[in-house]
């Protein structure tokens, strides 16, 4: 889990918007909301920008593994806390993956793959492609060397990385929460115009 904490809007805006909707019963509240699920829709663009200025993967592939949970407070004006969580990917689902979508019956198909885009796919010599027995999952395993409770060879399927991993550095996570509390402080402005205009 990766969590980007952001001043999203100071002790100025928040009283520039009660003194200004003091009139509309909930309006700082809802202009508020408004501002910040904005916010979060850019905050959600701008995540699949970044990781995929390093990571060889589809923009898709990234929001399909991507959930993002927003908790604010009014305290000392609106404090936001954006959780970003999700489980790791298969790598066969970056780019320059081989096979790039597994089928089960070809044990001896060369497995490829690579995350970086700074990098070159490389082989996983003994990976071979397996179906879940349970979930029916296709995916690119591996042999561990241990043994499961049965006596079976242990297998794991091979992995990339999460969002949350992937979005890690703290530049990058900077970034973000400066481009988040910038949207927010717009869309605020936007929004109590909207409720003043009567469009809300």
Do not use: C
């Not at 029916?136 to 794991?156: M, N, Q």
């Amino acid at each position: 889990m990766s969590v980007i904490h952001v001043q999203a809007a100071g002790g100025d805006s928040l009283a520039r918007a009660e003194k200004m909707l003091s009139g509309i019963p909930g309006g700082v509240e809802r202009a508020v909301r408004g501002a910040m699920a904005r916010s979060v829709s850019h905050l959600r663009t701008s995540s699949v920008k970044a990781v995929r200025e390093r990571y060889d993967i589809a923009a898709a592939d990234v929001r399909a593994n991507e959930t993002i949970t927003v908790r604010y407070s009014y305290h000392d004006g609106v404090q936001a806390s954006i959780l970003f969580a999700g489980r790791k990917i298969p790598l066969h689902r970056y780019g320059g993956a081989a096979p790039k979508y597994p089928v089960p019956g070809n044990p001896n198909a060369p497995a490829f793959g690579h995350q970086l885009k700074s990098t070159s796919p490389e082989r996983f010599h003994g990976a071979f492609v397996a179906r879940m027995p349970v979930s029916g999952h296709v995916g690119l395993f591996a042999r561990t060397g241990g043994k499961t409770s049965s006596g079976r060879d242990e297998i794991r399927e091979i992995m990339g990385s999460s969002v949350p991993q992937m979005l890690g550095s703290p530049e990058v996570e900077e970034r973000l929460a400066r481009e988040s509390a910038e949207t927010f402080e717009d869309r605020l402005d936007h929004e109590i115009n909207a409720f003043l205009n009567g469009w809300r």
